[in-house]
Nanobody, 124 residues
Framework: QVNLVESGGDLVQAGGSLRLSCVAS????????MGWFRQAPGKERSFVAS????????NYGDSVRGRFTISRDNAENTVYLQMDNLKPEDTSVYYC?????????????????WGQGTQVTVSS
């Protein structure tokens, strides 16, 4: 069974930092693009960041560019999202996803394996 398990979500004050982790099990994702998406209550799931299989290409959503950094460790089958200078509007459930391709897609439709999500809450 293929699984993605996110961790690292927490309650943090505005201006603070968090590091999310996503560990894959069941098979290796070292040749797959990986992404982070988020969904706030009452809103649609939105793109946060993505990384291609060899970390050469990274994409970020407009609202997080310059504050968030995506990285991966293929030897550990893990993807990270470093979140700095957090804002209350970053409050969401954050989902890790694995793409069927090796590129860093911005689109949820290109991802076929999803984690259960981790809650990030930023207080003002």
């Amino acid at each position: 069974q293929v699984n993605l398990v996110e961790s690292g979500g927490d309650l943090v004050q505005a201006g603070g930092s968090l590091r999310l982790s996503c560990v894959a099990s069941g098979r290796t994702f070292s040749r797959n693009g990986m992404g982070w998406f988020r969904q706030a209550p009452g809103k649609e799931r939105s793109f946060v960041a993505s990384i291609n299989w060899n970390s050469i290409r990274k994409n970020y959503g407009d609202s997080v560019r310059g504050r968030f950094t995506i990285s991966r460790d293929n030897a550990e089958n893990t993807v990270y999202l470093q979140m700095d200078n957090l804002k209350p509007e970053d409050t969401s459930v954050y989902y890790c996803a694995a793409s069927s391709a090796n590129s860093a897609s911005l689109f949820a439709r290109d991802y076929n394996v999803w984690g259960q999500g981790t809650q990030v809450t930023v207080s003002s």
